[in-house]
């Protein structure tokens, strides 16, 4: 018991590293993190890294599919890229600025250049080579 509390507290305060995990975006932190259409005419992103967002509904059965991967590549490319997940029910203007009208479709979000969207449900493996080729710029293994 005591040793499980120990370890909580050290994750909590930064000693452990702690899982990564694929974070709920909204509106206002889509403006502040990503892009503030509101602000800028021409594409400026504002994130740290790299990043990819998942435009979804609760109710979309590739959406729930692709959930899982996006958490297992969370992980994977944890430091490296940040993920995110936007309920375009909830908050709708970040889909209404790029168009989303079929789902899942994710968002992919370079530190130069713009954004490349794909529309639908693909395999792991051909998002992390979306993820090394155009994110972070990995030649391609042959």
């Known amino acids: 018991m005591k040793k499980g509390i120990i370890i909580g507290l050290l994750a909590v305060i930064g000693l452990l590293p702690m899982h990564a995990e694929v974070k709920y975006m909204t509106t206002s932190q889509f403006k502040k993190e990503v892009f503030d ?3 800028n005419a021409e594409w400026k992103y504002q994130g740290k890294r790299p990043m990819v967002i998942d435009f979804y509904t609760t109710w979309c059965g590739p959406c729930k599919r692709l959930a899982p991967i996006m958490e297992e590549l969370s992980e994977k490319y944890k430091g490296k890229v940040d993920f995110y997940k936007i309920d ?6 970040p889909a209404n600025r790029f168009d989303v009208t079929s789902i899942p479709q994710v968002l992919y979000v370079p530190m130069n250049g713009k954004p490349q969207k794909l529309v639908g449900l693909y395999p792991k493996e051909q998002i992390e080579e979306i993820i090394d080729q155009f994110l972070l710029k990995k030649s391609k293994k042959k």
């Open 37 to 39: 259409y509101e602000k």
């Open 88 to 93: 375009i029910e909830r908050d709708r203007e």
